[in-house]
């Protein structure tokens, strides 16, 4: 008896609080249909830091102790996160993140602390979450000052950032091996025209898509009183960069899209512990892609801020022109054993690494086709030239297998 009167008073209270709620609700609301100008923008931010970013924390609160208990199993669930799809109404994803935010958040109290003071938003926990389901909540604890420091800083996107580099000091392999499984995953679908409309659908890895989106800028720029929308403008782009191509040479030896990458010399290197490249305009890659790329393109050396602009445009190559067109006159098209593709699909490659002393010459050169170059970076395929001058390929001891970490 006892038992059910603290349990029908609980209910009551928490009933109380329920109506509270909306009570409150129905009050912001009614302020934001009133506001304007900087009362309704201040009003915006308080709906996220006082309301709903708070909620979220106390959400993920009951979350954890609901997986706990098991209690899902009585409606018939075979999850929590099926439970939270039907009951909640929550996408897949949406009810699996805040699945893994719960689990992970009785771990770290300082993000749990600053999530439900609204300090950081829903999206920079869930960046930790990930984090910490990446490299674990160890690794993640020990740094977890610093990383919300970082977060009360910035927007989500630019904390991913943070979060990449940190999750590629400490864990180099891992990810590696997530780079290498976004770009198994890489896919584009061009559907057949109905109704005057061709579908489009695919997905890129980080690398693909700075690339598309950097070759695709100088055709973004709105005309005067230009009434197509974003969208509009981006498909715009594609078709205009489908009919006049890069500029390149038919050769490939011509101007490509200009993708920055800023990277450390460490991260050059190949030394344990260095940071992740950062693509400009956001994302990641491994360090395996930085030196795959800095076999054939062009590098500025930056020791501060201002000079970005000023060494943009006095880049060295680390392929010099002559060079390039002596040994696509040698190769003349990939060497990879088997490969025949074309020279505007390659690049040169440097046997031994010129980040790790190989010169920048014909014996130490090779044509290689982008697939086959990230094959020697990425997945540790090693390309050998034999004294008759054909080349070999020689796989990896093992095959690198996808790892949990982009499942």
């Known amino acids: 008896m006892a038992v059910a009167e603290v349990s029908s008073a609980r209910g009551r209270q928490f009933e109380a609080a329920v109506e509270k709620l909306r009570v409150g609700v129905q009050a912001v609301s009614a302020c934001v249909r009133d506001a304007d100008g900087e009362t309704l923008g201040e009003a915006l931010i308080q709906i996220r830091e006082a309301g709903i970013d708070p909620l979220e924390a106390v959400f993920a609160t009951g979350v954890r102790r609901f997986d706990k208990s098991g209690e899902y199993k009585a409606d018939g669930a075979l999850s929590l996160t099926a439970w939270l799809r039907w009951k909640c109404k929550l996408s897949g994803g949406a009810a699996m993140e805040r699945v893994e935010i719960a689990r992970h958040l009785e771990k770290l109290p300082a993000t749990a602390a600053a999530f439900a003071s609204g300090d950081v938003g829903f999206q920079h926990v869930a ?13 993640v604890r020990k740094e977890e000052g610093r990383l919300l420091q970082a977060a009360l800083t910035m927007d989500p996107g630019q904390f991913t950032t943070v979060a990449k580099n940190f999750e590629h000091r400490v864990d180099a392999a891992g990810a590696l091996a997530e780079a290498n499984h976004a770009y198994q995953r890489r896919y584009f679908h061009m559907g057949e025209p109905q109704d005057g409309l061709v579908r489009l659908d695919g997905m890129l890895d980080a690398e693909g898509g700075a690339t598309l989106r950097t070759a695709l800028q100088a055709f973004m720029k709105p005309v005067k009183d230009d009434p197509r929308s974003y969208g509009q403008r981006n498909a715009d782009a594609l078709v205009e960069l489908g009919r006049q191509g890069t500029g390149s040479k038919r050769d490939g030896a011509g ?3 200009q993708l ?5 010399l460490d991260t050059l290197a190949g030394i344990k512990g260095a940071p ?5 305009g956001g994302g990641t890659v ?3 892609t930085v030196q795959r790329i800095a076999c054939d393109s062009a590098v500025s050396r930056i020791t501060g801020q201002g000079e970005l602009e000023h060494e943009l445009s006095h880049a060295s190559r680390t392929l010099p022109a002559s060079t390039r067109r002596a040994l696509e006159a040698r190769d003349r098209h990939c060497v990879f054993p088997g490969c025949t593709r074309p020279l505007s699909w390659c690049d040169g490659h440097h046997l031994v690494w010129w980040t790790r002393g190989g010169e920048t010459a014909l014996p130490n050169l090779a044509m290689l086709c982008r697939p086959h170059h990230r094959m020697v970076h990425e997945e540790n395929w090693r390309l050998v030239r034999q004294k008759d ?4 390929a020689i796989p990896p001891p093992r095959a690198l297998l996808p790892n949990s970490r982009s499942a």
């Open 389 to 392: 001058g054909r080349f070999s």
């Open 276 to 280: 992740a490249g950062e693509l400009e």
């Open 127 to 139: 960046v930790l979450a990930r984090t910490a389901e990446h490299v674990g909540v160890a690794a």
């Open 255 to 257: 101007p490509r899209p």
């Open 260 to 264: 920055i990458i800023r990277a450390s």
């Open 286 to 288: 491994p360090a395996e």
